[in-house]
Structures are given as C-alpha cells and as structure tokens.
C-alpha cells in the first residue's frame, strides 16, 4: 500500500474496520509516519463455511474475528497483529481458490497463526474451536505444546508459557459450560 505523502511501500495497520464490500484501514507510513486510511474492496469470490454438520453459511470475516479477538483477550500483542493474523487466514483462504471451505480447515489455519503468535491464546482458540471432549485431550494439547516449546528456542517477545495456570481456568470454565 504506497503512502500518498511520500510513495513509500511500508506501512502499519493501526485500526481497521469491516465494511459489507471490503475493510477500510487507518495506516501509518513506515518511512514518514504520515497517517492515511485505505479501502480495500473484497474482490474475491464469496466463500462458503461448511459446519461439522454440514449446514453452509457465508464466510463472515468479523464473526472469525471476534473469535479470534476472544482468545487474544488481555494478551500482551502488538497493535494491528490481530488484524494481519485475520488478514493472513483470509488470502490463504482466498488463495485456495475453492468455493467452499470446511469449518475445521479455517480453524486449522487460525491455530497455525496463533501458535507462532502466542500460546495462551493458541490453546484458548484450541478450547473453543475444538470442543475437546474431554479435559484429557485439552491437557493433550498443552503437553504437546509445551514439549515443542521446549524443542525450540522462543523468540524474546513471546509471553512466557504459563499452561497449568491457564489450563486451570479452562478446567472451570469447560465444567462450567456442561452443567
Ligand atoms: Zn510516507
């Protein structure tokens, strides 16, 4: 997205807002800092959702983004790293070319984002999105997740990995939500 003040190609997503036909961006100018708002217009084709039990529904950019936005609550993320995370799920979605998505493969993708991206948030998404049966494979999960965590250095500016912490809310919340 070229910067109108100064033609520079970088710039920063500050706040973005979905519009029916597109999502319209308040951008800063990496190289000037000058701040200006893009539209940018879907011109793909419409995707549809395949639920689990079958039923299709459109693909509806701020219904994935509130969940999104749900796992990521209070998490330490730099401003717009929402926004691209969304943004990356969405061209690869795109990019697929297909008409029809599984509702699990948008999921699969949303989870490749936020593992890379914070892992708190990862296996809340995980929690939500997966529905896991029962406690056991959610503890699965954060075994695994710890152990590769421990296979491969973590960048600085990843949270610390406070999994029995927040294991121990979900525990309750998961409990919660089968009386
Ligand atoms: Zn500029």
């Known amino acids: 997205m070229k910067c109108p003040y100064c033609g520079g190609l970088e710039s920063r997503v500050i706040d973005s807002r979905s519009l029916d036909d597109g999502v319209r961006r308040r951008r800063s100018c990496l190289a000037c800092g000058a701040r200006f708002t893009t539209y940018e217009r879907v011109q793909s084709h419409n995707i549809f959702v395949v639920k689990k039990d079958g039923r299709r529904e459109k693909f509806n950019r701020d219904k994935l983004s509130a969940g999104i936005r749900k796992a990521c609550e209070k998490r330490p993320l730099p401003t717009g790293t929402i ?96 009386k």
Not at 155 to 170: I, K, V, Y
């Open 83 to 178: 926004d691209k995370l969304i943004d990356n799920v969405e061209a690869e979605l795109h990019h697929l070319g297909k008409t029809e998505i599984p509702s699990s493969l948008i999921g699969d993708l949303v989870m490749q984002q936020l593992e890379k991206l914070d892992h708190i948030a990862y296996i809340r998404f995980a929690s939500v999105y997966r529905e896991f049966a029962d406690i056991t494979s959610l503890k699965q999960e954060v075994d695994t997740l710890v152990s590769r965590e421990a296979k491969t250095s973590v960048p600085a500016s990843q949270a610390p990995l406070l999994p029995s912490e927040e294991l121990g809310t979900l525990v309750k919340s998961h409990q919660r939500g089968q």
